[in-house]
């Protein structure tokens, strides 16, 4: 039992002084009648789960003549709610989390959160709020968490967050907010985490965060900014991940003393330069020819460049990426690679070179990755002798995990150890130090050629086939 036994619910004694208290009751109900309701939360609710419960906007609703204590959570699911309801933390003086996503909710009623000062998280994401009113937190003066993500909100005011002194956390995630008042995080002096992913902000106001000097995770992921100024978090010593991925930025310039992540995948850049300290960079799916100028590159432990069009990378550019962790080079349009271009990775860990077009590799390349565990080469052209050379004089030598090709590709000779490869078709010159004959690249490109060409015309069969199917119904 999560609520101790109550007195029948609503006693006529008890709803006149409420009515009389909340003139507000006819107003709530848009004067167009609405109804008056009881809902009895014990017969819904469990170990403070609540499903099943159904409130209108212009329902009045009382949950309970007398307070319910000694009730930290509740989290409601299945449920239908326009509104928070009336009296809910007089109701639950003890309440400290609220969940009330996938609700539908979508208004707010003044006062909303009188009484919920011992409130610390609450949750109101996928739901249909439009605005957050001016100083609708009143009350709610603990506030920790609060999640407000996959709503309708368009626009904020400069007190939509009055007055959260003690808020940490802020999700405004996946909202419509085209911009953002100068003042509107002002009083949130504690704020560590604020997530404004996936609205639609271009610029935001300098001198924004100037008050958050605590920040330390933000998100501006999937907006339409198209460019990102560092200047706006001088101030937050702390910040230590930065997600910036799904904008069109170009180039981008990024200058923090110590930044632990930042994600800026996704953004067609072409050119980023980084100054100060970045241990983990994600820039997959970005349109990099080159690799990322970073003066500290030696700090640098995780790189994922998965997705750009880099190509062989010659010139030993990572020469000074000399404490590298994790290592993503799949899918980079690489044909071939020289053979010191891990020379100086003898402490990387995981490294990913799937999805190329690699034939052969000079075997001494391994010598210097001492540390590897992951390996990742899988979808590639390799060469059935190199592949089985690869395999007994490192891979499994040192028993190092690998990922087997999943999708059979068009053509295969072969498979070791569940990898694709293709024997030389000039037998003469079966050799496995990987010298990487020009015949051999041709021959991958043309069996790439091939390969496009037979699922093209595979899609052209699917639809001729259809259309004779679709005749053959209509005769
Ligand atoms: C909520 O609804 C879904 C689908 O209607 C159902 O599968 C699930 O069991 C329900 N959860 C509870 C706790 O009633
Ligand atoms: C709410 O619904 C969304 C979309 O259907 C789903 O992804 C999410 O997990 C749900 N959240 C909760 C707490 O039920
Ligand atoms: C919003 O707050 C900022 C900074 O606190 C202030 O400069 C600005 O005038 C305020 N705007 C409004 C409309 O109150
Ligand atoms: C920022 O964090 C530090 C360390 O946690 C704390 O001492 C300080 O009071 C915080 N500043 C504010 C404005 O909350
Ligand atoms: C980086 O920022 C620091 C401090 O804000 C500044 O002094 C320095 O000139 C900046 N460096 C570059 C290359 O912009
Ligand atoms: C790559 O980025 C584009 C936008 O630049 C996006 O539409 C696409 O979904 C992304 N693909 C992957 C695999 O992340
Ligand atoms: C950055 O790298 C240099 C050289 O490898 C090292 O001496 C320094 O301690 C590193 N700094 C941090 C903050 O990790
Ligand atoms: C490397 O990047 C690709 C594409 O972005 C991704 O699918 C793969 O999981 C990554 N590899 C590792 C080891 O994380």
């Given at each position: 039992m999560w609520l101790p036994q109550l007195p029948l619910l609503l006693l006529v004694q008890s709803l006149l002084p409420l009515l009389l208290e909340r003139p507000a009751f006819a107003e709530a109900s848009g004067g167009a009648g609405g109804q008056l309701?009881?809902?009895r939360l014990q017969d819904h609710?469990?170990?403070?789960?609540?499903?099943g419960i159904d409130i209108g906007r212009n329902d009045y609703v009382i949950i309970s003549p007398t307070a319910i204590t000694m009730q930290s959570m509740l989290t409601f699911i299945n449920s239908s709610i326009a509104k928070i309801p009336h009296l809910m933390f007089d109701t639950f003086p003890d309440l400290q989390m609220l969940r009330m996503e996938n609700c539908s909710l979508d208004t707010f009623e003044k006062p909303q959160f009188e009484g919920a000062s011992n409130l610390m998280s609450l949750f109101l994401g996928n739901n249909r709020l439009k605005e957050i009113p001016k100083n609708i937190f009143l009350g709610a003066d603990?506030?920790?968490?609060?999640?407000?993500?996959h709503n309708l909100i368009r626009a904020l005011h400069n007190h939509s967050f009055h007055p959260l002194k003690e808020l940490k956390e802020l999700s405004l995630a996946y909202n419509q907010l085209e911009q953002l008042p100068l003042g509107v995080f002002g009083l949130l002096r504690k704020l560590l985490d604020l997530n404004l992913a996936g609205n639609r902000l271009s610029v935001l106001p300098r001198g924004i965060f100037d008050k958050n000097l605590n920040l330390t995770?933000?998100?501006?992921a999937s907006n339409r900014f198209t460019v990102f100024e560092s200047e706006l978090l001088k101030l937050q010593p702390r910040l230590s991940l930065l997600d910036i991925s799904g904008n069109i930025l170009n180039e981008l310039t990024l200058n923090f003393s110590l930044l632990e992540q930042v994600l800026a995948h996704s953004c067609d850049l072409r050119r980023l330069t980084v100054y100060g300290i970045i241990r983990d960079l994600d820039l997959h799916n970005n349109s990099l020819r080159e690799l990322p100028h970073i003066p500290l590159a030696s700090n640098v432990t995780g790189l994922d460049l998965s997705l750009n069009p880099l190509g062989n990378l010659p010139g030993n550019p990572l020469r000074r990426y000399t404490a590298l962790l994790r290592l993503n080079l799949s899918a980079t349009n690489m044909h071939e690679l020289a053979e010191d271009l891990f020379k100086k990775q003898s402490q990387l860990q995981v490294l990913d070179i799937s999805a190329n077009s690699l034939y052969s590799l000079k075997i001494?390349?391994?010598d210097s990755l001492k540390a590897l565990q992951y390996f990742y080469f899988q979808q590639n052209n390799w060469n059935c002798d190199?592949?089985?050379?690869?395999?007994?004089?490192f891979v499994k030598k040192r028993d190092i995990s690998f990922m087997e090709d999943i999708t059979a590709p068009e053509l295969v000779d072969d498979y070791?150890?569940?990898i694709a490869c293709w024997y030389e078709s000039d037998k003469t010159s079966k050799r496995c130090d990987g010298s990487n004959s020009e015949a051999a690249l041709e021959l991958s490109i043309v069996r790439n050629e091939i390969k496009a060409f037979t699922e093209l015309v595979e899609k052209k069969f699917v639809r001729v086939y259809r259309m004779l199917e679709e005749m053959k119904a209509r005769l």
């Open positions: 309701r009881r809902i609710c469990t170990a403070g789960i609540c499903t603990n506030l920790a968490t609060l999640h407000l993500n995770r933000l998100s501006l001494t390349i391994f190199f592949l089985q050379l690869l395999m007994s004089s070791v150890d569940g």
